[in-house]
C-alpha cells in the first residue's frame, strides 16, 4: 500500500489520459486518505484496530479497504480510476478499477455499522456506484438518473447508510455499466454479523472474490466493451489460472467461500473432494433447515454465493467454474473441429507458404497445452497452469483447494504441491487385458464402428 503522496505522484502518471478529470488536493483536504493497491498478490486479511470486532475475508488476489472512524461513522474513500491489472504474469489489461486496481479493495463491515463512502471519479467519463444487495435509503442506491446524478469526472460524491443486514454483497457502477463493468469497475463488500447469529457460523478460513469476463484480442491490452457473450478471458477477481492463488485451508478448518457474478452468463462453480452447503445467497443467510449437500453450485448472472464445508481430506483439490470454455484462456470460438482428421498432407503445402504452421486439434486440444506456439505479445497461452504431474490443461476460472495437516493457523500462503501417501494414486495396470467382447462382435459384421447418417433438410425451408 502506498501513502497519500505517492498516490498523487502515481496518479500523475495517468493524468494525461484523465486531464480533464484530476481532482485538485484542495479538494481532497479533510477526505480519509485514498490507499492504493496495485500489487496483484492476495493480502493478509485486514485485522480491524478500529470499531466493533470481526474475523476479516481473504479476498482472492486482492485486499481489504482501510477505513478511518470520524465520530462513531466508518469513512471509506473510494477512486474510481484507470488500473493495469496483471492478470497474470507477462500478460496485463488496461482496464477501470478503484484504488489502483479491479476488482477494486474489498469494503468489510460490522451489522449496524454507519458507513460513508467518498468516491472520487478520475475516469475519463461520469460514473456512480450501485451497493448491490443492500438495505439503504433510495437516493444512495447509485442508479445515476434514477437515484442521484452520475457523478461527474473529477467530482468526488458521499454516499452514507447503515449496514443493515449482514452477508455478501457487491459494488458497482450503474451509470454507463454496460462500458464500465466490461472495463472491470466492480468489487466486493461483506458485512459481518455484529453478534453470534442463528445462520451465521464461525469459520476458520472465510475466502471470496468476483467471477468477472474479460474480451481481450491476442496482443492487446484493451478489453472489447460492445462484447455481450464471446468473452475470451474467464477470471477470478480478473486473475486467470495459472495466475490465481489456491485456497489454502488447515486440516478440519471450517471454510466459507463467497462468490460474487459480474458476468453477463452463469457460472456452475465445483469443488472436488469435499461435499458443501450454501449458506447464503443474495438475499442473506439460508436458515439450517432449508440447506442441502452439493459438489456444485450455479452463481447465476448478478447473484451471490456463500459456500461452506469442513476441509477434511488433504490434498490438492480442484475448484472451477464447470463450463469448460470457462476453464480456458485467449481463444477463438469460430475453430473448426479437425477430430480425427488428418491434415498432414495439407500442412506439409501449407508450410512452404507460412513456416509457422502447425497441426492442431486433429487429435483433441491437449495439443495445444503440449507445445509453445509463437504468440502474440502480451497474451496468455491457453490452458498452461503446469502440476506435479504435467500440464493441467487448465486456465481461466479454476484454482485448487490445498488442504494440510501442518499448514499454521491464519498462513494462507501457498504449501507447494501434496505429497501423495504410497499407493493412494492411480497407476497404469501392467497385467493382461481382455479384448471388449463388443469390438469382435462388430468386426464379425464386417460395418464400420461408427455410422453417420446424413440426413438433409426437407421442406420448411419458407422459416
Ligand atoms: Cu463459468
Redesign the pocket.
Known amino acids: 500500500m502506498v501513502s497519500r503522496r505517492d498516490f498523487f505522484m502515481g496518479a500523475g502518471a495517468i493524468t494525461a489520459a484523465v486531464a480533464a478529470s484530476s481532482v485538485s488536493r484542495v479538494s481532497l483536504a479533510g477526505l480519509p486518505e485514498p490507499v492504493i493497491q496495485s500489487s496483484p498478490e492476495t493480502m493478509a486479511p485486514l485485522e480491524p484496530n478500529t470499531g466493533r470486532p470481526y474475523k476479516p475475508v481473504v479476498t482472492l488476489n486482492g485486499w481489504t479497504l482501510p477505513w478511518r472512524m470520524n465520530n462513531g461513522v466508518k469513512e471509506f474513500h473510494l477512486v474510481a480510476e484507470p488500473v493495469v491489472r496483471e492478470m497474470a504474469p507477462g500478460f496485463n489489461a488496461h482496464l477501470w478499477g478503484y484504488n489502483g486496481q479491479s476488482p477494486g479493495p474489498t469494503i468489510e463491515v460490522v451489522e449496524g455499522d454507519r458507513v460513508r463512502i467518498f468516491v472520487t471519479n478520475k475516469l475519463p467519463e461520469h460514473t456512480s456506484i450501485h451497493w448491490h444487495g443492500q438495505r439503504l435509503p433510495n437516493g444512495m442506491d447509485g442508479v445515476a438518473g434514477l437515484n442521484q446524478r452520475a457523478i461527474p469526472a473529477g467530482k468526488t460524491y458521499v454516499y452514507e447508510f447503515e449496514a443493515k443486514r449482514p452477508g455478501t454483497f457487491m459494488y458497482h457502477p450503474h451509470a454507463d455499466e454496460m462500458v464500465q463493468m466490461a472495463m472491470g469497475m466492480m468489487g466486493f463488500w461483506v458485512t459481518h454479523p455484529r453478534d453470534a447469529h442463528p445462520n451465521i457460523d464461525e469459520v476458520d478460513r472465510d475466502y471470496c472474490f468476483l467471477l468477472n469476463a474479460y474480451d481481450v484480442e491476442p496482443g492487446s491490452y484493451t478489453p472489447k466493451i460492445m462484447e455481450m457473450l464471446d468473452f475470451n478471458i474467464?477470471t477470478f477477481n480478473s486473475r486467470v489460472f495459472p495466475g490465481i492463488d489456491p485456497l489454502v485451508a488447515r486440516k478440519d478448518d471450517k471454510v466459507r467461500i463467497r462468490v460474487g457474478n459480474l458476468t453477463m452468463t452463469n457460472?456452475p462453480i465445483h469443488l472436488h473432494g469435499h461435499e458443501f452447503e450454501v449458506t447464503g445467497t443474495d438475499g442473506g443467510p439460508v436458515p439450517r433447515g432449508a440447506r442441502w449437500p452439493e459438489v456444485t453450485t450455479d452463481v447465476a448472472v448478478g447473484q451471490m454465493r456463500q459456500i461452506e464445508f469442513i476441509a477434511s481430506d488433504l490434498g490438492d483439490w480442484a475448484f472451477h467454474?464447470h463450463?469448460s470454455h470457462?476453464t480456458m484462456n485467449a481463444m477463438g470460438h469460430d475453430v473448426p473441429t479437425m477430430l480425427g482428421v488428418d491434415h498432414r498432407k495439407v500442412v506439409t503445402q501449407i508450410n512452404s507458404l507460412i513456416p509457422d504452421y502447425m497441426v492442431m486439434g486433429e487429435r483433441g486440444m491437449a495439443d495445444m497445452a503440449e507445445m509453445q506456439m509463437p504468440l502474440p505479445e502480451n497474451t496468455i497461452p491457453m490452458m498452461t497452469g503446469d502440476g506435479p504431474f504435467g500440464s493441467v490443461e487448465m486456465g481461466g476460472?479454476f484454482t485448487m483447494l490445498k488442504v494440510r495437516a501442518d499448514q499454521p493457523a491464519g498462513d494462507y500462503s501457498d504449501p507447494g504441491w501434496y505429497q501423495q501417501p504410497e499407493g493412494t494414486q492411480a497407476f497404469e495396470w501392467t497385467g493382461p487385458l481382455q479384448e471388449p467382447s463388443r469390438f469382435k462382435s462388430e468386426a464379425s459384421t464386417g460395418k464400420p464402428a461408427v455410422e453417420v447418417q446424413v440426413r438433409k433438410p426437407t421442406g420448411h425451408s419458407g422459416h
Do not use: G
Request: net charge positive; glycine share 0%.
Open positions: 474467464w457460472h467454474c463450463k470457462h476460472m
